[in-house]
């Protein structure tokens, strides 16, 4: 699922990837494409400043030092590739306190791995991916370690049905289509039984507080370590004492000896000038979270500064794609007031959906399919599944009911890849073959989608769909 569109992770890899294994993956994408003799290593961005002429030429003047020496170029067009966690966010403003505490506190940035915590009584801000990580395994060792979260989180297990690994069961066209088509009070019903389905999220203290499905990490380690008393979840924290913290809830837990902050990460451009400040805060200011509305000649763009329910990887491939034929003029887009209209509308939006929700700051967890099909349309690479179901239905049945996976986007149009049909086809092949290191001549084998789904899969959703909205109550539909 994390895999470039045209560049499949060697067989051997496993599901889910140790990150050296992700790292050496990069390394051979680099060698393969031989994008290592245009990439300076080493080197500082200091600047990004307009070229005196930028009105005319577009052009920007980039400073940069390495080995002690400052030096300075003219571009022709920026790609900020710094994404969401360049900056960390440690608000000890937000816990009295803290400055007074005696034990130790860090970033989760900072932290590496459990040592120097054994025997120790460890707190651990904020759930969401790292914290729930960092819990789990400082747990192992600790004498306790309490996790304290403000809103809660759904958690998912990397297993889904079968050992099959859920995202490729989850992250589908049909489940989208499933989502956009029931009623929201339906689909909100759904959502709960799935993720309840594990564990019962309030018998845990996770159940989210606020009414957005978005909030959810993956961690197979971490409801177990609770259930054996490893981790104690906890509220928000409302201030500290020297060694102790207490609660929201006027609990109070004594002798804490290290506190670390999995509080997330601010947007951070220093190296921008500062008229680009404000329109790069948040990827909301942005046209497609990717291109700054305002400037007279778009070639500027912010990369991976986006948060989808899928894999980045490919969602910064594609957006990579588009913003290289912007500027290389094989791709046009809306003029300056169009863009900002656009802009401000999607904001109103966002206002509206969230202001009910306590608590929101606004960010938002937008989706992977409907992004990656959005930004697809704008390059002229999103598959017609209809004329797929007309000249290829097999490959059809396996880009709507299969995991949308990055080579849907090689199908068709510009970069158009030869192997990306014989790769959406063998994908279930592709997740079994890391786990084949015991053959057995008895072995249960999915097919992408059996002739069971296509003689009765179909009508039976339709059906399904047709009385859900006939028997639908009216708040449902509301």
């Known amino acids: 699922m994390s895999s470039f569109s045209d560049f499949p992770f060697p067989e051997v890899c496993p599901n889910f990837l140790h990150h050296s294994v992700l790292l050496e993956y990069l390394r051979l994408y680099a060698e393969?494409?031989?994008?290592?003799?245009?990439?300076?290593?080493?080197?500082?961005?200091?600047?990004?400043?307009?070229?005196?002429?930028?009105?005319?030429?577009?052009?920007?003047?980039?400073?940069?030092e390495k080995d002690g020496q400052r030096k300075s170029a003219i571009f022709d067009a920026i790609m900020v590739c710094s994404g969401l966690y360049a900056e960390r966010n440690l608000p000890l403003d937000s816990f009295p306190g803290i400055k007074k505490f005696k034990?130790?506190?860090?970033?989760?940035?900072?932290?590496?791995?459990?040592?120097?915590?054994?025997?120790?009584?460890?707190?651990?801000?904020?759930?969401?991916?790292?914290?729930?990580?960092?819990?789990?395994?400082?747990?192992?060792?600790?004498?306790?370690?309490?996790?304290?979260?403000r809103s809660g989180t759904w958690v998912l297990s990397r297993i889904s049905n079968a050992g099959w690994p859920f995202d490729m069961v989850f992250t589908s066209r049909f489940m989208n289509s499933i989502q956009k088509l029931l009623p929201a009070?339906?689909?909100?019903?759904?959502?709960?039984?799935?993720?309840?389905?594990?564990?019962?999220?309030?018998?845990?203290?996770?159940?989210?507080?606020?009414?957005?499905?978005?909030?959810?990490?993956?961690?197979?380690?971490?409801?177990?370590?609770?259930?054996?008393g490893a981790v104690v979840v906890k509220t928000n924290v409302k201030e500290f004492t020297e060694t102790s913290a207490i609660f929201e809830d006027g609990t109070v837990e004594k002798d804490i000896d290290v506190v670390i902050f999995a509080t997330g990460y601010t947007t951070s451009f220093p190296f921008l000038e500062e008229s680009l400040h404000s329109a790069c805060k948040s990827n909301v200011s942005l046209y497609k979270k990717i291109f700054p509305p305002h400037l007279e000649k778009q070639t500027l763009a912010i990369i991976g500064f986006v948060a989808v329910t899928g894999?980045?990887?490919?969602?910064?491939?594609?957006?990579?794609?588009?913003?290289?034929?912007?500027?290389?003029?094989?791709?046009?887009?809306?003029?300056?007031?169009?863009?900002?209209?656009?802009?401000?509308?999607?904001?109103?939006?966002?206002?509206?959906?969230?202001?009910?929700i306590p608590r929101h700051k606004g960010k938002e967890r937008i989706s992977f399919i409907e992004y990656m099909d959005e930004i697809a349309t704008c390059i002229g690479v999103k598959p017609s599944l209809p004329l797929l179901f007309l000249t290829d239905p097999k490959l059809g049945l396996e880009v709507f009911f299969g995991p949308c996976t990055s080579y849907q986007f090689r199908l068709t149009g510009p970069g158009k890849w030869e192997k990306a049909r014989s790769t959406i086809l063998t994908q279930w092949d592709r997740a079994l073959k890391p786990l084949k290191t015991r053959v057995v001549d008895v072995s249960p084998k999915r097919t992408?989608?059996?002739?069971?789904?296509?003689?009765?899969?179909?009508?039976?959703?339709?059906?399904?769909?047709?009385?859900?909205?006939?028997?639908?109550?009216?708040s449902w539909l509301s």
């Open 185 to 228: 009070g339906t689909t909100k019903k759904m959502r709960t039984s799935i993720f309840n389905r594990w564990f019962n999220h309030e018998n845990y203290g996770l159940i989210p507080l606020e009414s957005s499905w978005t909030l959810l990490i993956v961690n197979d380690e971490l409801p177990s370590c609770i259930l054996c």
């Open 448 to 474: 992408s989608v059996s002739c069971w789904v296509i003689v009765f899969g179909i009508p039976a959703f339709l059906g399904f769909i047709w009385l859900v909205f006939k028997y639908s109550s009216p």
């Open 32 to 64: 393969h494409f031989q994008l290592l003799d245009y990439i300076h290593l080493k080197t500082t961005v200091c600047s990004v400043q307009k070229h005196p002429d930028f009105t005319a030429t577009g052009q920007w003047v980039v400073y940069t």
């Open 103 to 149: 034990g130790r506190y860090l970033h989760s940035w900072e932290y590496k791995d459990p040592r120097g915590l054994e025997g120790k009584r460890v707190l651990v801000l904020g759930v969401g991916n790292s914290g729930g990580d960092i819990a789990a395994e400082v747990s192992r060792t600790a004498a306790k370690v309490f996790l304290s979260t």
């Open 311 to 356: 894999s980045l990887m490919p969602a910064v491939e594609l957006q990579a794609r588009w913003v290289t034929r912007v500027f290389n003029g094989s791709c046009k887009l809306p003029t300056m007031s169009q863009m900002m209209t656009e802009v401000a509308k999607h904001k109103e939006d966002l206002h509206k959906r969230f202001r009910s």
